[in-house]
């Protein structure tokens, strides 16, 4: 195929330009302007729209195996792509849990059949999300993990985050650290604040995840390993990834829209469907999230996608599981919160939501280097519409942003030289 008149964005190489792009047997062939068609290639027009690398997401939960009824390889993949993103990375925390070389490989071989876009998976760091035993970090990265992560539940025992992160290390690949201090953590579910004391609820201190970021930086200076910080929502947790970072500490973060994007006053309008872990927090918080963003803080943007049934997310604020579905919104939120207001230029907003997180777990994705992976995602910036849960490619639609009024849209997303969304539709399976 060749990709016509659109405005070629990678931030990879730092180029850009209103240039085309050649397609061949999968792979980027050509970029530059005004390229001649071949006969034999189909044109895709791009004419008002920026084509950027395939979107990467490190942070998902497509539930697959054992909670399909949420979500499952096909149907997440279908999202991903909607939202333009080409690869994405699948928590460990499905059931059974991926803590052996054959759940590992079993997912691959699944992926390969089932996914329209590039999945990877982590492995957990702890057998059944445990805490107590270490799993065979070598194992699973020879069957294809690409990091390890308890994500879900945080590593409590700091004796056990050191030898994983040295474990990890040995084998030249990150520990993903879902951090909360469960004697803080135990029995809360909204920010602690005035929210909280308005609904009748136990708040939960930004503290319970800034003493576990803190301990986490300071093992990973011990140690001389790298630790990735997922889901950052405190403003003292982004100083304490600051700081480090100055310290020359190998400290990796990302941040999620909806903690970017809303704060805790949105329990009092949407319920359940605001309710995340780490919870939705204030707005001096959310300023934070923007700047560390911004200065380069936080390194990428990760949607946690985490789908629930309705059933289950109307069972009431104390019962009702964590988090929202993200991927058919991120794109769209990135560019009407941060992209918009100057807070973020195109070029970094896309450099955090392709390369960088790529280069964060060492995958060979999201650039547009000629002779690459054919991964593409055309989105018109311009373009304005909005939030219908009902018409996700996901399964579940538990967002806070239903109705919202969004701008930046995906037009097309193309994974290994083949076009799998266009206009609205999936197109391949």
Not at 279 to 292: C, H, I, K, M, N
Request: glycine content about 10%.
């Amino acid at each position: 195929m060749l990709i016509q008149g659109g405005l070629v964005i990678d931030p990879a190489s730092g180029r850009q330009g209103q240039w085309d792009i050649r397609v061949q047997d999968g792979k980027i062939a050509a970029i530059g302007p005004n390229l001649s068609a071949l006969s034999t290639e189909t044109i895709v027009p791009a004419t008002g729209c920026i084509v950027a690398p395939g979107l990467v997401d490190i942070h998902v939960h497509f539930r697959d195996p054992g909670l399909t009824h949420k979500e499952d390889l096909s149907t997440g993949s279908c999202a991903a792509a909607a939202g333009g993103f080409t690869t994405v990375v699948c928590m460990a925390n499905t059931k059974p849990v991926m803590d052996s070389p054959k759940m590992v490989e079993e997912f691959y071989t699944r992926a390969a059949r089932e996914a329209v876009i590039n999945l990877y998976t982590v492995g957990s760091v702890t057998y059944n999300l445990a805490g107590k035993e270490l799993t065979d970090f070598a194992a699973l990265k020879e069957a294809g993990a690409v990091g390890f992560s308890d994500d879900g539940n945080p590593v409590e025992s700091a004796a056990l985050m050191r030898q994983a992160l040295e474990q990890a290390g040995s084998v030249g690949l990150p520990v993903i650290s879902h951090a909360g201090d469960l004697s803080l953590v135990a029995d809360t579910i909204v920010n602690e604040g005035p929210i909280a004391k308005r609904l009748g609820l136990k708040g939960m201190p930004t503290a319970a995840e800034d003493i576990h970021v803190a301990r986490d930086v300071l093992l990973a200076k011990l140690t001389g390993q790298h630790v990735h910080i997922q889901h950052v929502s405190s403003a003292t947790a982004i100083a304490i990834i600051r700081e480090a970072k100055a310290r020359g500490i190998k400290v990796t973060a990302e941040a999620g829209p909806h903690h970017f994007t809303l704060t805790d006053e949105a329990l009092l309008e949407h319920g359940t469907n605001a309710k995340m872990n780490p919870p939705l927090r204030t707005f001096s918080d959310v300023a934070a999230v923007r700047q560390g963003l911004a200065d380069g803080t936080l390194d990428a943007i990760a949607t946690d996608h985490a789908p629930h049934t309705a059933e289950e997310k109307a069972v009431g604020m104390k019962k009702a599981p964590c988090g929202i579905v993200g991927l058919e919104t991120a794109l769209a939120l990135v560019w009407t919160e941060l992209v918009r207001p100057n807070i973020l230029t195109p070029m970094q907003a896309l450099a955090k939501l392709t390369y960088v997180p790529a280069q964060i777990l060492g995958l060979n994705k999201g650039t547009l280097a000629p002779g690459g992976n054919a991964d593409i995602t055309i989105f018109d910036p311009t373009a304005q519409w909005e939030v219908r849960p009902e018409q996700f490619f996901s399964k579940s639609h538990n967002t806070p942003f239903a109705g919202r009024k969004l701008t930046g849209q995906v037009v097309a997303t193309i994974v290994g030289g083949r076009m799998v969304f266009n206009q609205g539709k999936i197109v391949a399976r």
